[in-house]
């Protein structure tokens, strides 16, 4: 059975240690038909640059309020399961996924397809192969360009076509091969960090429903800043 899961992001940045995910679109493909689909946005608990607000449409206000990070992550490694990844430049969204994980104890080792390596080995003759590039180039229709579940779906039309067209004439670059993302260890949460934690989240009256023992100290550093920014300090 040919089935595997695509996956895109949408990010504040490009470095996952120092970045936060905005946006999740995953669709999980059987057979060359869309079987299910995961899509959410992520309250990162930070300001987003405008450049990110520029190129994705992605407001503070459309992700205020949203599930964090804590939450929407295993619903992501759930919906993945057994199934290998596909993306396009896969690495990028995987290592985002992988720190975002190891930041919350979770295992997330996983083989992958990427329509970025399979077209240049198979269209090397193209002046781009990145993925809106490729889309015109397929014809294949998207509302909207930077938004993760309709990128997730172009990747996926853009590799059945790849597989379609390539397929039988080059099978390795088809191939899953393991996806190497290597995650410095990350310590746990300090004492100091959770009583802090812990009294701006009742000063503030915010719901909060992870536990604070599966933090890493750099996570809980990026709530307890991303609670700074959006209500303020505690008044004593």
């Known amino acids: 059975m040919r089935a595997y899961v695509t996956l895109d992001l949408e990010t504040t940045g490009l470095q996952p240690d120092k970045d936060a995910i905005l946006e999740i679109g995953a669709i999980k493909v059987v057979e060359g038909s869309v079987a299910d689909t995961y899509a959410t946005f992520v309250d990162p608990r930070r300001e987003i640059p405008p450049r990110i607000t520029e190129i994705t449409g992605i407001s503070g206000d459309m992700v205020a309020g949203q599930p964090g990070i804590e939450s929407a992550l295993p619903r992501l490694l759930e919906f993945c399961g057994d199934y290998p990844l596909l993306g396009h430049n896969l690495l990028f969204d995987y290592s985002f996924v992988k720190y975002g994980a190891a930041g919350q104890g ?67 670059a088809f191939c899953c091969s393991p996806l190497v993302c290597r995650i410095k260890k990350q310590s746990s949460i300090t004492n100091a960090q959770k009583g802090y934690l812990r009294d701006l989240i009742k000063y503030h009256k915010i719901e909060f429903d992870t536990e604070m023992d599966s933090l890493s100290k750099s996570d809980a550093s990026k709530i307890i800043d991303g609670i700074l920014s959006t209500y303020g300090r505690i008044k004593r």
Do not use: C, N, W
Not at 109 to 134: N, W
Not at 140 to 164: G, M, S
């Open 106 to 172: 979770l295992a997330f080792e996983k083989k992958g397809m990427d329509t970025l390596a399979i077209s240049r080995k198979v269209l090397p003759e193209l002046k781009s192969r990145s993925l809106q590039y490729l889309r015109r180039y397929y014809r294949i229709p998207q509302e909207k360009a930077h938004r993760a579940l309709d990128d997730a779906r172009t990747t996926y039309l853009l590799y059945e076509k790849l597989f379609e067209e390539f397929g039988q004439s080059h099978p390795e």
